[in-house]
């Protein structure tokens, strides 16, 4: 019994000493595991609002008030008489004097170094003109009809009242009598028609009483295709705006105080009626002739279609027994 319980008594001392560091080296050689990663958050998801967009309405630009003044932009302003609302009972409306004409510059070239080829005039009877160079003609008194197209590049027509630049690829019609130099711009586009105007003093009387006399200076302008300018010695009457010639017009505007007028004319009446446009189509013989009239036709159709052909009025034949007539048929 006793032997017993000493054995129990060793065993429980071998565990006492060698049991503790068993369990520590246990403790300690015991496999590690590597900590599980933390949990993953999401961010919380946030929802999408449409965005209301307010419609978009168009901004429209406020528009100056029309001008009433008459003036001219690229005409100096004293061209325009204010109180020639309706000038000698003419036509209305009126026109703007800057659609027609505006100021350029005074020199023009110098013909000396053109050719006569692809020059063309043609004239009325009993008309006095010369041609002292292949590309200047001088006209004393009566009608021509001056056509230029290439090879030419310029022709210059002097009249006693003034002088006109014709570019290449343009017809014109000019007129001069009794003082007034008319100027029909058939086909030249852009500034290709030019007519210097000379400077004069003009002494005005009324009912035989004389008055202060009036200063005009030289003016240069280039005239816009399909209009017409007429410039004068004097005062200007509703006969001489609007001739029994055969030729329409319309918009008139007096400029110089009644001694200068700008009106719109139409190319159709033209070469209908003008006697020296119709010689071209009843005699016509030649390549250069039929070109013109093809070219005159298709500006005249132009001209309906962007104008209108509407308003036109013709002379009367009242005063027309005191003036001849420009070769109407």
């Known amino acids: 019994m006793q032997s017993k319980l000493t054995t129990v008594s060793v ?3 071998l565990l006492a000493i060698f049991g503790a560091p068993r369990a520590a080296l246990s403790q300690s050689v015991s496999p590690s595991f590597p900590s ?36 001219l932009p690229l005409v100096p302003t004293d061209y325009t008489n204010a109180s020639m609302v309706s000038p000698l009972g003419v036509s209305a409306p009126i026109l ?22 692809g020059i063309m005039v043609k004239h009325l009877p009993g008309t006095q003109y010369d041609r002292p160079q292949p590309a200047s003609i001088h006209l004393s008194e009566g ?8 090879p030419a590049h310029l022709a210059i027509v002097t009249t006693p009242r003034g002088d006109i630049s014709i570019d290449s690829d343009a017809e014109v019609i000019v007129r001069y009598e009794d003082g007034i130099l008319r100027v029909l711009n058939l086909s030249g586009l852009g500034e290709g028609i030019k007519v210097r105007i000379h400077g004069s003093e003009v ?46 017009r319309r918009h008139f505007s007096l400029l110089e105080d009644k001694f200068m007028a700008v009106s719109e004319f139409s190319l159709e009446s033209a070469l209908d009626k003008m006697t020296l446009l119709v010689d ?28 209108g052909a509407q308003g036109f009025e013709h002379g009367s034949e009242h005063g027309s027994e005191t003036r001849p007539k420009l070769g109407s048929n």
Do not use: C, W
């Not at 009608?143 to 290439?150: C, P």
């Not at 013989?285 to 159709?301: F, N």
């Open 143 to 150: 009608t021509i009809l001056v056509s230029v197209r290439r």
């Open 280 to 307: 071209l189509q009843t005699k016509v013989s030649g390549v250069k002739e039929r070109r013109i009239l093809g070219d005159l036709a298709k500006m005249a159709a132009v001209l309906n279609y962007m104008n």
């Open 11 to 13: 065993i429980i001392y």
């Open 203 to 248: 002494s005005a009387s009324l009912n035989g009483q004389s008055f202060e006399s009036v200063k005009h200076e030289p003016r240069a302008l280039a005239l816009k295709v399909g209009h017409e300018l007429v410039s004068s010695d004097h005062a200007l009457s509703r006969s001489e705006l609007r001739p029994h010639d055969g030729v329409a």
């Open 36 to 71: 599980s990663p933390p949990p993953v958050v999401s961010a919380p998801v946030v929802p999408i609002v449409p965005v209301q967009t307010q419609p978009v309405f168009p901004i429209f630009p406020v528009l100056p008030p029309p001008r009433t003044d008459f003036t």
């Open 96 to 117: 703007n004097p800057a659609n027609a004409v505006k100021k350029t510059d005074f020199n023009f070239k110098d013909p000396r170094a053109e050719s006569e080829d």
